[in-house]
């Protein structure tokens, strides 16, 4: 990332810091020095879709980095992200609760996948309940919800799902984030209550 860039991102996020939102940074569009110049600034929260690159840089940065796990979510998987990994913000796999519950420390975001497409990932709006009563059974930590419609979608069905989320959002007072909004429509989303914003490519623009 170039000078240029990188001084506006970190204007967009310290705009974002005033407005009470939080970020996490999604690294797998930058090289090890970007993401080093990012903490450099003060961000701790960097998020990972990919487990060989998490594993890698969990153990090469700094240990009070928070990362994030927001790839899809495979059983053999479950100990290289839950030792690797604070948050897993895509968890929709319920059959996986007895694995997570060997790792206390692991946190998750439910997805939810609020187009109800049948080629999304997330758990179906009808289904949040049973799923949240699974969790519980399992004593596995979750502190809210994760959405992200299709890149596709107009503006209107962003706002029409965003305030669903936020209403769903909203019915779980336990729960304190909100992951909603990325590079495409981070605006948007935080006009609908978003917690945090997943940011990556959009930090790459020099406009």
């Given at each position: 990332?170039?000078?240029?860039?990188?001084?506006?991102?970190?204007?967009?996020?310290?705009?974002?810091?005033?407005?009470?939102?939080?970020?996490?940074?999604?690294?797998k569009y930058w090289d090890d020095t970007d993401i080093m110049n990012f903490y450099d600034s003060g961000y701790r929260k960097f998020g990972e879709s990919r487990i060989n690159e998490l594993i890698r840089r969990t153990?090469?940065?700094?240990?009070?980095?928070?990362?994030h796990f927001i790839g899809n979510i495979r059983s053999r998987d479950i100990g290289k992200i839950c030792r690797h990994a604070k948050i897993i913000q895509s968890f929709d796999r319920p059959d996986l609760l007895p694995k997570l519950e060997k790792y206390p420390?692991?946190?998750?975001?439910?997805?939810?996948?609020?187009?109800?497409?049948?080629?999304?990932?997330?758990?179906?709006?009808?289904?949040?309940?049973?799923?949240?009563?699974?969790i519980e059974m399992h004593e596995v930590k979750c502190n809210g919800f994760m959405v992200h419609p299709p890149m596709?979608?107009?503006?209107?069905q962003k706002k029409h799902w965003f305030?669903?989320?936020?209403?769903?959002?909203?019915?779980?007072?336990?729960?304190?984030?909100?992951?909603?909004?990325?590079?495409?429509?981070?605006?948007?989303?935080?006009?609908?209550?978003?917690?945090?914003?997943?940011?990556?490519?959009?930090?790459?623009?020099?406009?």
């Open positions: 990332m170039d000078n240029e860039a990188y001084e506006n991102s970190i204007n967009l996020l310290r705009n974002l810091d005033f407005s009470g939102v939080d970020v996490c940074l999604i690294s153990e090469k940065f700094p240990k009070d980095i928070e990362w420390d692991i946190e998750i975001l439910i997805q939810i996948n609020i187009s109800g497409h049948e080629n999304r990932n997330g758990i179906l709006v009808e289904n949040i309940e049973s799923v949240i009563e699974k596709d979608s107009s503006i209107e305030k669903q989320m936020n209403l769903i959002f909203n019915k779980y007072p336990k729960y304190t984030v909100l992951s909603m909004g990325t590079s495409h429509d981070f605006k948007l989303a935080n006009e609908f209550g978003a917690t945090l914003n997943r940011l990556g490519r959009r930090l790459l623009d020099k406009t």
